[in-house]
C-alpha cells in the first residue's frame, strides 16, 4: 500500500526538542522531493521544508530556519523533522507530504505537536 | 513570497447546483519556459490531511469525479465544482510552487444551502 505514516509527535515544552518520523512505503521513496507541512488546528496550511530525493537541496520557511532540520534516509525510506528551540506558535499538525508531479500528491494522517509549558 | 488570496472565505450551495471558488496569486505562476501554472488545488475534510484534486492548475487527479475541474491564467484560477454532491462539504485550498516559500490559500469552506 502506497503510505507516508508520521510519529513522534507530542508535549514539549518551549525550548524543548522532538523529533518527527516519516515512514513511506509503496513507492520508490529516493526519487521524490519530500515535504513537512503544518497546520494550526482550524487554521490553514503553512509549508516547512523541503528536500530533494538524495538530501542534497534543502530549503526552509523563514519561520523555521536555524530550528528546525530535515533529513531523510532512503535506506530505511523514512523522513526526518528535528525540531529545536520549539516555541508556542510551533505547536500545529505536521503533515509528511510527496511532492509529485504538478501537487503534493500524498498527504500522511498528520502527527500533533503542542508546545507548552 | 507569493500571497495566495481565495474567494469568497465560506461559500452555501445547493445540492446539484455549481460552486466556483476563486483564487488570486500576487504574482504570475506561469512558467514561459513550458507553460505550466504552477497550482493546485486541494480538498480537506474535518479529521483528514488535504487531498489533491487538480495539479497544473487544470489536471484532475487520479480518482478525483469529473464535477470537478479547475482553469484560470497566469495570476486567476478557478475551481468549479460543477453538480454539488454531500460529500463535497470540506474546504478547499489553493497553493502555488512556483517560487519559495511555497504558499497556500487561506482556504474556502464550502456547505450545503
Known amino acids: 500500500e502506497v503510505q507516508l505514516v508520521e510519529s513522534g509527535g507530542g508535549l514539549v515544552q518551549p525550548g524543548g526538542s522532538l523529533r518527527l518520523s516519516c515512514a513511506a512505503s509503496?513507492?520508490?521513496?529516493?526519487?521524490?522531493?519530500m515535504l513537512w507541512v503544518r497546520q494550526v488546528p482550524g487554521k490553514g496550511l503553512v509549508w516547512v521544508s523541503r528536500?530533494?530525493?538524495?538530501?542534497?537541496?534543502?530549503s526552509y520557511a523563514d519561520s523555521v530556519k536555524g530550528r528546525l532540520t530535515i533529513s531523510r534516509d532512503n535506506a530505511k525510506n523514512t523522513l526526518y523533522l528535528q525540531m529545536n528551540s520549539l516555541r508556542a506558535e510551533d505547536t500545529a499538525v505536521y503533515y509528511c507530504?510527496?511532492?509529485?508531479?504538478?501537487?503534493?500528491?500524498?498527504w500522511g494522517q498528520g502527527t500533533m505537536v503542542t508546545v507548552s509549558s | 513570497d507569493i500571497v495566495m488570496t481565495q474567494s469568497p472565505d465560506s461559500l452555501a450551495v445547493s445540492l446539484g447546483e455549481r460552486a466556483t471558488i476563486n483564487c488570486k496569486s500576487s504574482?504570475?505562476?506561469?512558467?514561459?519556459?513550458?507553460?505550466?501554472?504552477?497550482l493546485a488545488w486541494y480538498q480537506q475534510k474535518p479529521g483528514q490531511p488535504p487531498k489533491v484534486l487538480i495539479f497544473?492548475?487544470?489536471s484532475r487527479a487520479s480518482g478525483v469525479p469529473d464535477r470537478f475541474s479547475g482553469s484560470g491564467s497566469g495570476t486567476d484560477f478557478t475551481l468549479t465544482i460543477s453538480s454539488l454532491q454531500a460529500e463535497d462539504v470540506a474546504i478547499y485550498y489553493c497553493?502555488?510552487?512556483?517560487?519559495?516559500?511555497?504558499?497556500f490559500g487561506q482556504g474556502t469552506k464550502l456547505e450545503i444551502k
Open positions: 507530504v510527496r511532492s509529485g508531479d504538478g501537487a503534493f500528491d500524498m
Open positions: 504574482q504570475s505562476i506561469l512558467n514561459s519556459s513550458n507553460n505550466k501554472k504552477y
Open positions: 497553493q502555488q510552487f512556483y517560487s519559495l516559500p511555497y504558499t
Open positions: 509503496g513507492f520508490t521513496f529516493s526519487v521524490y522531493w
Open positions: 528536500i530533494n530525493g538524495d538530501g542534497s537541496s534543502i
Open positions: 497544473w492548475a487544470a
